[in-house]
């Protein structure tokens, strides 16, 4: 078929996720890719992208790796699929979950495989309460996020996100979530300035398991970084402080590593940063890098053994997904993982991260009020005034640069409320290509300040 073709195929029969669906219809721009390699695209009509967000936070190793098409290939051949229900195994599924421990903070020795990242967050929420179940202490139910968390699109894991843009319209929620501030410095949302806040958005999670009594509160998650919500970096203490309170009340801590793993902050795990060790941690995209499919929790030792007790029948273990453990995405994650270690792609991600950011800061661009994150999971915030922090008068600006940024070949993502850029490249970018990412974000948020659309009549 020709491009062409394909084209109005795709806005015939394909719903989009997160577009406007009346937009699709009437053909606004949307690339289709059809090949990559490092970090480079190329879209159905020859055009070449910069991926300078990774796909989505998860192309950590690039794309067109022939290692990983080989492995997929071997795996095939030998095992297609094999499911780990009934207490059957598969070879790749086994060397896997014992990589992950060796990779995991210390005693997160146990994991669950998914399909994905919303399907590890149910999981964790589930462990999470069901832990609570085992140790004779019911009532604890309640799971306690942050109000920029994005978590994830099925019913647990979007109850526990806090961005209401992915919540609204699908009432009633899942029962017993809450949410407490994010600690974001740049826009606090109580109203205060680090340091002399003394951190008191931790403290909202100890008022909030006070205000709920401990004895129903089963967890605490966050995602180390927010990704979606913003790419916010909390302060220094926030996640040790966080640890504290969910000791001192019985509540387990879920990081949701989803973004933050694998390397792209420049460490294993995101909340390595903090030196926290969570009780459960929830993976996905940057596990396989994108190749196939796949997510996982990983299990403190503590709390699977927990789960096992009391011994007998009612100690079922009553949660799986057909997809648990697939031999070809488990084989192709380990070799995801071989890859990432051997090219030290981590130490990668903070060179290159540092390196953009100079870049940024270099550009002097007078619209940029915030550069911040970890590695190569970075975000820019789009001001009036970077002296004061002025929300511009119209927050999409950052939806009109990312589509310049389109226009002149390379792919980046606001997020909402519109103003936040957000940049996270494969790990394997070059510095050429974060000179021309840099070059064309310059133009492009300058070009969108200075030249705003007319308004709709
Ligand atoms: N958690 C976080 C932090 C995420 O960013 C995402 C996806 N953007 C998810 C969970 C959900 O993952 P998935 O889309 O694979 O279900």
Request: proline share 7%; with cysteine.
């Amino acid at each position: 078929r020709s491009a062409e073709e394909i084209k109005a195929l795709d806005r015939r029969h394909v719903l989009h996720p997160n577009v406007v669906l009346a937009d699709h219809a009437r053909g606004l721009p949307m690339p289709i890719m059809v090949e990559g390699q490092g970090a480079v695209l190329r879209d159905i009509d020859g055009k070449e992208y910069i991926d300078a967000i990774g796909a989505l936070w998860l192309a950590n190793i690039g794309y067109g790796r022939k290692e990983l098409a080989e492995v997929a290939r071997r795996q095939m051949e030998k095992l297609s699929f094999w499911s780990l229900f009934w207490g059957y195994g598969n070879v790749p599924a086994v060397e896997l979950a014992a990589r992950l421990a060796e990779i995991a903070p210390p005693g997160l020795s146990h994991v669950f495989f998914t399909s994905g990242g919303s399907e590890a967050n149910e999981t964790s929420i589930k462990i999470a309460r069901l832990y609570h179940v085992r140790r004779g202490e019911p009532s604890r139910r309640h799971i306690i996020g942050l109000a920029r968390a994005y978590h994830g699109v099925s019913y647990g894991a979007m109850t526990a996100t806090g961005l209401e843009t992915v919540r609204q319209n699908y009432e009633p929620y899942v029962g017993a979530f809450d949410h407490i501030p994010s600690a974001y410095c740049y826009r606090c949302p109580l109203g205060k300035a680090y340091p002399a806040c003394g951190v008191a958005c931790a403290g909202e999670l100890e008022r909030k398991i006070l205000d709920l009594g401990p004895q129903n509160v089963a967890a605490f998650i966050a995602e180390p970084i927010h990704g979606v919500g913003g790419v916010i970096t909390p302060p220094p203490e926030y996640f040790p402080r966080i640890r504290e309170i969910c000791d001192r009340y019985g509540v387990l801590f879920i990081a949701d590593e989803v973004i933050c793993g694998f390397g792209r902050t420049g460490t294993w795990f995101g909340i390595e940063h903090w030196g926290v060790v969570p009780d459960l941690i929830s993976a996905a995209k940057g596990l396989s890098s994108g190749y196939l499919p796949i997510g996982a929790t990983l299990v403190h030792d503590r709390v699977y053994e927990a789960l096992g007790q009391p011994e007998g029948p009612g100690a079922y273990f009553n949660h799986g997904f057909t997809y648990s453990g697939h031999p070809v995405a488990a084989a192709v994650a380990l070799e995801n993982i071989r890859i990432l270690a051997e090219e030290r792609l981590g130490e990668r991600a903070v060179e290159m991260g540092r390196y953009l950011t100079e870049r940024l800061r270099r550009a002097e661009n007078p619209y940029i009020g915030d550069i911040r994150g970890k590695g190569l999971m970075l975000g820019v915030e789009l001001v009036a005034d970077p002296a004061t922090g002025e929300m511009p008068a119209d927050p999409n600006v950052g939806r009109y640069a990312e589509a310049r940024c389109r226009e002149h070949g390379v792919i980046v993502r606001a997020l909402a409320p519109g103003n936040i850029i957000a940049l996270s490249p494969p790990l394997v970018v070059t510095r050429e290509q974060v000179d021309r990412i840099v070059e064309v974000l310059d133009e492009a948020v300058r070009y969108v300040f200075e030249h705003p659309p007319a308004p709709a009549r």
